[in-house]
């Protein structure tokens, strides 16, 4: 992070990249002095109403964050024509008006905001993959944002759905959906045993994220070590705490999924005991970056063998079939979500972006058999073999995930391995 003491006294001169969070109230001028070299500008977690109606001149700007301030609405961005990615997320934003946005937008996010309605304009960013809208009051979409042919992650949760429209499972490309905390969305209860928060010995923590924190945990009552996961109650990019947390508790039992023991009763934070899983289970992958956008990463010179891809398409497609066959969508289905050891175990977690919908409605589940569709994708290309029965099994599976047509995906309980 930079200073703004730095940005007057022009050390900063051929940066590309500029952070500033001094609770700024006025956008500083002395930004466009580095307009020949600026690719990213952060100026989140300041106090921003307005941006200057020249900030074209920052011609060269590829990433704009401007989360975490005061905006009541979308500034315009035309002349920006090389923005690709746009943050608002946590303003107070209720105005979003027509033909505002480059159209070279890939990425947008909007997340806990006050939105009634979006533009008609919307259907006209082509080029939008990534749309986190979650937390805000949207009632409906318009038919427009059907021509969002590349669109893949889109956040609907907590907002004002009263439906979803047909039009999304047409898009071809539409792979990670999550709409929970609407009217249109569904809202079982699940009974769960409780244990009192006094009766747990916490130790390390093993990992946090967006709805939370994991701790290691002793249970008097289960005599064994657990995982507590202690939600944030915030929203989220995926929507509220306590839809994940109901969404946890109507898993069922699947060996390829973490084991939910009790809900936590006597603190003032949502909490859920889970099986604890040791530390020889790793993460399969790395979440996306601002290059890759929807599409996962990886440790650099990682590798996957043929086995090792076939027991995750295997696994994670079983746990898939087990949950859509309850109605329950995980909305995040990605290799960074995927815990595995060196004997090719694997777990399918993170059920923050999770939506509930009717079972018999099979086009939800074909939106999630494109997520494995790219999951195949990026471990067959970090794989050395390029032949074989089990590669042209597994290649002809990830063709069939990817297709553009959705209706003819198959589903996860039809998949052969």
């Not at 070279?104 to 986190?132: A, E, M, V, Y």
């Amino acid at each position: 992070m930079q200073t703004l003491a730095q940005l007057r006294t022009g050390a900063l001169k051929g940066i590309k990249r500029l952070t500033l969070s001094e609770n700024l109230t006025e956008f500083p001028q002395e930004i466009f002095e580095l307009a020949d070299t600026l690719e990213v500008l952060d100026l989140s977690h300041n106090a921003l109403t307005s941006l200057p109606k020249d900030f074209s001149k920052l011609r060269n700007l590829r990433i704009a964050f401007f989360s975490y301030n005061r905006f009541s609405h979308i500034p315009s961005f035309i002349g920006c024509e090389n923005l690709t990615m746009l943050g608002f997320k946590a303003n107070q934003i209720e105005k979003f008006d027509e033909d505002i946005l480059p159209l070279n937008i890939r990425w947008l996010i909007l997340t806990d905001n006050k939105l009634t309605q979006l533009p008609h304009s919307i259907g006209k960013l082509h080029k939008l993959q990534k749309f986190p809208l979650a937390g805000n009051q949207i009632k409906e979409l318009p038919d427009e944002m059907s021509r969002c042919r590349n669109l893949e992650l889109l956040r609907l949760s907590a907002n004002q759905l009263q439906e979803i429209p047909t039009w999304l499972f047409d898009l071809p490309k539409l792979s990670w959906l999550a709409f929970s905390g609407n009217p249109c969305s569904g809202n079982q209860k699940f009974a769960l045993e409780e244990v009192e928060y006094e009766a747990l010995d916490i130790k390390e923590i093993l990992g946090s994220g967006a709805s939370g924190e994991i701790f290691k945990a002793y249970c008097n009552m289960h005599k064994k070590d657990v995982a507590l996961k202690l939600f944030k109650g915030a929203i989220t990019s995926d929507g509220y705490a306590h839809d994940e947390m109901n969404a946890c508790m109507s898993t069922g039992e699947h060996p390829n999924l973490i084991k939910v023991l009790a809900r936590i009763k006597g603190n003032d934070k949502l909490g859920l005991l889970l099986e604890y899983i040791p530390a020889v289970y790793q993460n399969l992958g790395l979440p996306p970056d601002f290059e890759t956008c929807t599409r996962d990463t990886f440790h650099e010179g990682k590798i996957f063998s043929i086995e090792t891809i076939q027991a995750v398409a295997k696994a994670i497609a079983s746990a898939a079939a087990h949950l859509h066959s309850r109605g329950l969508m995980h909305g995040d289905l990605y290799a960074h979500n995927i815990l595995i050891n060196d004997e090719k175990n694997c777990y399918l977690g993170d059920f923050g972006a999770a939506s509930f919908y009717e079972p018999h409605q099979k086009a939800f589940e074909r939106i999630e058999v494109r997520a494995l569709g790219c999951l195949l994708d990026d471990m067959l290309s970090l794989c050395p073999t390029k032949e074989g029965a089990i590669y042209t099994m597994l290649e002809e599976l990830r063709k069939k995930c990817m297709n553009e047509a959705a209706k003819e995906r198959p589903l996860f309980s039809e998949m052969k391995f």
